[in-house]
């Protein structure tokens, strides 16, 4: 998905909510607001947005000083996440269509998403669990991502943020396991999981779990390490999640399946759904597969 | 008031609102926001946000070709406005305080702003009406405002947005209006009033109306005419309607009263009140007169 001309004052302010969120000096939110927008303006808008929210939130880092800045946001929501995690685990296996249910709730997952918004409190999460649990989904996109899970020989899962990833991790549970490759961020970006909160929450005793080689906030390919590229190549099916997967992957002939909450308006309209709808949809390019 | 970071973001999305309003053309859309970057970049935030604001519709207006886009969005809602008068000057007139309640109509017309906004049905327009008459209002200020405009020798009333100027002239009908001067904008900007749409109310017949000299969507004093200025500074009080003459004359030393709607968090936060409330609001600087 290219970067529309809506993505540029969104840009800007994720950047005050992520500059703001790491340190209280306003001076130096006045200086990074400043390198941004002069970012904004070179930037090629047939870059991802991933490929600017990458470059943005490297700068603060670098600008702040602070190598990971969300490393407490992430503890937090992956030991909350683990807290209800039982409660979730009873609630798949006591529900009529278990693969169904556990689709749902990896969806509900990706509400613990710092790019967009830069505070989330638990009830959100409470709330986009019941909603997840009775929204619409399209019942035939869910027996065609079974069908397309089972069939095949090796899968990718393409993990977003940590505390959603004890989520992906009830869903993991469900599919053939060792099949699954699941890949986190090589460094910190945002409240993207890495391989620390892949460990935190016990996805590493389930399932191979690999560094994706990139700290943007999505899958960009061409950036990846070998390794990932060689695992996303060889594999028949991914599990894609989140926003920025779907940015930066949703132009690539691959058979992917996305798994997202729809919390930007641009990216609802690209995917033809309302604003805050759970979505899971197969690449438009193995469409016809 | 100072122009805050977060006031970044939003004049690239108002930009964006305001280009697409006024041509269809992509390609114009993206190099007016790459100007529109170029012109954050450059801009000193010690001004006020409609300096900004009068200089990204000017470049708008430029760049389309267009002089007026916001033209028939203007005459609309004066039309739709002044169908609605009869009925909200019996509602003033059957009220017990007709004073106060004619005060809370002219702050509701404050919600046809095309700054923030760049749509806005009829519906949310009754909404806002009914919203005003029952809201949250310092009976304090009404009185202060009250006796204030009693007592002063002359009253400048600076107007915001076509349609709006109808709700004013509701007000307008139970003040002194010897004692008022009206002032609209020279020039057009976003949907602000102009001498074209004073007419088009009959306020012109009411009270005298004068243009100020200037297209920002606010009062820039220094940019003023010498004739707006004059009135300016021997009325001894003043009445200042929306957000953007908040933006730009709170910091004046002048007994000035502000009624308008907090459509925007920043000025919500600004006044310490929560966003949508309607507000009458003396100016700090004249509070010990």
Redesign the interface.
Known sequence: MKTY??C???F??QA?NAVRFTTDDEAL??KV??EV??L??EMD?RQTPPEMGQIIHKLIRDMTGVADPYKEVKERFNRYALELAPRLRKIIEESQRPMETAVRLAIAGNIIDFGPKSSLRDAQVNEAIEHALTAELDPKEIDVFEKSINDANGILYIGDNAGEIVFDRLLIERLPRDKITFAVKSKPVINDATMADAVAVGLTELVRVIKNGGDAPGTILRNCSEEFKEIYDRSDAVIAKGQGNYETLSDENKNIFFLLKAKCPIIARHLEVDIGSIVIRRNHSSQGE
Request: charged content about 20%; hydrophobic content about 45%.
């Open positions: 001309l809506d540029f004052p969104c800007l302010q005050l939110h006045e607001m400043h927008i002069k904004a303006l808008p």
